[in-house]
């Protein structure tokens, strides 16, 4: 069975760092472009960050310069290293998988993880 499984999250305080991990099991990912998402409370889910197949990254303007992200294809594994946190970062975040097109449209994404819970507090 094909599975996402974030990992990574907490509580951290406003100006502190975490970094987010996604470990796919089922299939390889070696060939697809891989996206974080985040849904805020009260708020629609939003596109983060793409990485491509090749290395190539796109990312949200409000998290542009303070999040990175990575891709570690012999484990399988993508990455999200957020820096300089913000309250309005406070979200669950979803890895997902785009098996055709480099995208930041939610709805092209084919595989999900269930997301895990980053807070910041003020």
């Known amino acids: 069975q094909v599975q996402l499984v974030e990992s990574g999250g907490g509580l951290v305080q406003a100006g502190g760092s975490l970094r987010l991990s996604c470990a796919a099991s089922?299939?390889?990912?070696?060939?697809?472009?891989l996206g974080w998402f985040r849904q805020a409370p009260g708020k629609e889910r939003e596109f983060v960050a793409v990485i491509s197949w090749n290395g190539y990254k796109h990312y949200a303007d409000s998290v542009e310069g303070r999040f990175t992200i990575s891709r570690d294809d012999a484990k399988n594994t993508v990455y999200l290293q957020m820096n300089s946190l913000k309250p309005e970062d406070t979200a669950v975040y979803y890895c997902?998988?785009?098996?055709?097109?480099?995208?930041?449209?939610?709805?092209?994404?084919?595989?999900w993880g269930q997301g895990t819970q980053v807070t910041v507090s003020s």
């Open positions: 089922g299939r390889t990912f070696s060939g697809d472009h």
């Open positions: 997902a998988s785009s098996t055709v097109v480099f995208t930041t449209q939610e709805t092209r994404y084919r595989y």
